[in-house]
């Protein structure tokens, strides 16, 4: 596990903090810490992480800029983000800033030994994830991220972002194997994403589906000329949705 790099965050390092990141230090992870501010988290930015952890103790001031810039450090990295603090907290927080990104969620009180044993099964699962396909999932509804990821990350390695612009920045990084992408979507839309994702040469081979509420011919027309390879309806059922995206790998590895 030694090329396995954790993140810790909080408002400060508490002495069950120190104690999680010593027992995983004896694991063989790596671990940074640093507070929920944009100035320090920025000193980590070169570092890749496959894990972030964000503990919300008594005294954490609810910097909301500080969180956001988490949130889309957590995207930028395409590191899985969670969350500790208590249940009320927590709910707050998702509301507020992380709706549909977070990869799970402790409350507290904690018990350090058991999430260390929760953050090593963690590790190992995302190094299997590292074998699955791809999906980056861009939708302005965290519910959606959340429901989507839900749905498909048994099966594949799922990436949520929250705009066209994440999205762009996460392309600059990664190329996914498939983008199912929110036709409707305030400031950059699923079709003009897509229309700017044809134009880029290094990019405009990446498959991709539209999740949409509208399955009228003259949406399905206006894009017919940028090639997706599919539409969904979101009102579909689970079942529906992840058959859909198998079929599509299935028949991309006939192929």
Same mark, same amino acid.
């Given at each position: 596990m030694?090329? &396995?790099? =954790?993140?810790?965050? &909080?408002?400060?390092?508490?002495?069950?903090?120190?104690?999680?990141?010593?027992?995983?230090?004896?694991?063989?992870?790596?671990?940074?810490?640093?507070?929920?501010?944009?100035?320090?988290?920025?000193?980590?930015?070169?570092?890749?992480?496959?894990?972030?952890?964000?503990?919300?103790?008594?005294?954490?001031d609810?910097?909301i800029?500080? +969180?956001?810039?988490?949130?889309?450090?957590?995207?930028?990295?395409?590191?899985?983000?969670f969350?500790?603090?208590?249940?009320?907290?927590?709910?707050?927080?998702?509301?507020?800033?992380?709706s549909?990104?977070?990869?799970?969620?402790?409350?507290?009180?904690?018990?350090?030994?058991?999430?260390?044993?929760?953050?090593?099964?963690?590790?190992?699962k995302?190094?299997t994830?590292?074998?699955?396909?791809?999906?980056?999932v861009?939708?302005?509804?965290?519910? +959606?991220l959340?429901t989507?990821?839900?749905?498909?990350?048994?099966?594949?390695?799922?990436?949520?972002?929250?705009?066209?612009?994440?999205?762009?920045?996460?392309?600059?990084?990664?190329?996914p194997?498939?983008?199912?992408?929110?036709?409707?979507m305030?400031?950059?839309?699923?079709?003009?994403?897509?229309? +700017?994702?044809?134009?880029?040469?290094?990019l &405009?081979d990446?498959?991709?589906?539209?999740?949409?509420?509208?399955?009228?011919?003259?949406? =399905?027309?206006?894009?017919?000329?940028?090639?997706?390879?599919?539409?969904?309806?979101?009102?579909?059922?689970?079942?529906?949705i992840?058959?859909?995206?198998?079929a599509?790998?299935?028949?991309?590895?006939?192929?």
């Amino acid at each position: 596990m030694a090329d &396995s790099r =954790v993140l810790f965050v &909080s408002d400060r390092e508490t002495f069950i903090v120190k104690s999680i990141i010593k027992k995983l230090e004896s694991e063989s992870i790596i671990c940074d810490f640093a507070t929920i501010d944009v100035k320090d988290l920025s000193k980590y930015k070169d570092n890749d992480y496959t894990l972030i952890y964000f503990y919300v103790d008594d005294k954490t001031d609810f910097n909301i800029e500080g +969180m956001t810039y988490l949130r889309d450090f957590s995207i930028d990295k395409d590191s899985e983000l969670f969350l500790i603090g208590y249940e009320d907290t927590v709910a707050e927080l998702k509301e507020k800033v992380f709706s549909g990104h977070l990869a799970g969620e402790y409350y507290r009180p904690v018990n350090a030994g058991q999430l260390v044993e929760e953050v090593l099964k963690e590790v190992d699962k995302e190094k299997t994830m590292g074998h699955k396909k791809h999906i980056l999932v861009v939708d302005d509804s965290g519910v +959606m991220l959340s429901t989507i990821k839900e749905w498909l990350g048994e099966k594949y390695r799922v990436t949520p972002v929250n705009s066209a612009l994440n999205a762009i920045s996460f392309l600059a990084k990664e190329r996914p194997d498939l983008i199912l992408l929110d036709y409707e979507m305030p400031a950059c839309s699923g079709p003009k994403f897509l229309e +700017m994702l044809r134009t880029d040469v290094a990019l &405009s081979d990446i498959p991709v589906i539209f999740l949409t509420g509208r399955d009228d011919a003259e949406s =399905v027309k206006s894009v017919i000329s940028l090639r997706p390879v599919g539409y969904l309806l979101k009102s579909l059922p689970k079942e529906k949705i992840v058959g859909e995206v198998d079929a599509f790998f299935a028949k991309q590895k006939a192929k």
